[in-house]
């Protein structure tokens, strides 16, 4: 069986539609299609059947887009393995949320500049969503993500996912708020499901916490703002629009006070995550070594 082939079915698995694998890997429809015929008659099954307008892998070739996803790893470890010791070299190409950009890869800087400086950083701020994406596309080496235990990450198969740190998220609301009775999440929360609600526009993890915590509580928040920037977050806090989740380990602006959420916790976990069968690239080897040692 062809690489490539395997590579077009793993795509179509992946996104649906052969279009999207054209897009993606830059060929055409007509390509994907016929490529997939010939992996077709190679393995002797039928792999795609018509689903209205569209075609959708047969369960055959479901089967084989798994055993790709193995295949192809296997490949790309085997290819690295030809000089496993080989003194790291070239650029890692990394898309990470800020914080943790700001938290676990700017420090290291100073570190590869002198004992590896041969190794480079090429960065980009991005959210998950995005993150997982660019990695898909082998745009990026590595992304720096995040979930929440309340809103946890879907598992992939073509991803190896290391834990870093977590952090707790507590709700933010102006500093003039009463200081409630002590209580769980759930009842913190309702104190405010009048309220208005601020909540991240380039992700919805925090959205669904807040509508879980929020559904145990019996109400459903008012979300009404959305913005990326943690600082206008607290911006819109204070100027009275609205309550949102701030990380409790990080200093707030003034006007703004935090309430603990507990019972359930909002912890937010920060990951670095691969394609498997690309960690032992000795340059993101070693950034993956650096991040996750003491």
Do not use: K
């Not at 082939?5 to 429809?29: C, I, K, N, P, Y």
């Amino acid at each position: 069986m062809d690489l490539r082939r395997l590579r077009l079915l793993r795509e179509l698995a992946r996104l649906g539609s052969m279009r999207q694998v054209a897009d993606e890997l830059h060929v055409t429809t007509s390509t994907v299609s016929q490529q997939l015929a010939v992996l077709a008659r190679e393995v002797g099954v039928e792999l795609v059947e018509p689903h209205g307008r569209r075609v959708r892998l047969t369960p055959a070739g479901r089967r084989l887009a798994e055993h790709a996803v193995t295949i192809l790893a296997a490949v790309d470890a085997a290819r690295l393995d030809l000089d496993p010791h080989a003194e790291p070299a070239g650029t890692v190409r990394v898309a990470g949320f800020a914080t943790a950009v700001r938290r676990s890869l700017l420090p290291l800087t100073t570190r590869l500049a002198a004992d590896h400086p041969r190794v480079h950083l090429s960065i980009h701020e991005h959210e998950p969503a995005e993150a997982y994406a660019l990695l898909a596309a082998d745009e990026v080496d590595l992304a720096l993500t995040y979930d929440y235990t309340l809103a946890p990450a879907p598992a992939d198969a073509t991803l190896a996912a290391t834990p870093l740190w977590s952090a707790a998220w507590h709700l933010g609301v102006p500093a003039g708020t009463p200081t409630p009775p002590a209580g769980d999440s759930p009842t913190v929360l309702d104190r405010f499901r009048a309220t208005d609600w601020i909540v991240n526009s380039r992700n919805t993890a925090d959205e669904v916490v807040v509508r879980t915590i929020a559904s145990m509580a019996g109400f459903e928040p008012r979300v009404t703002h959305r913005a990326d920037s943690l600082e206008l977050v607290q911006d819109l806090i204070v100027a009275g629009l609205g309550v949102g989740l701030l990380p409790a380990d990080q200093p707030t602006a003034p006007g703004v006070r935090l309430l603990p959420l507990t019972e359930p916790a909002a912890l937010l976990r920060a990951y670095a995550v691969v394609r498997r069968g690309r960690a032992a690239w000795p340059p993101l080897a070693l950034i993956l070594g650096l991040l996750t040692g003491p």
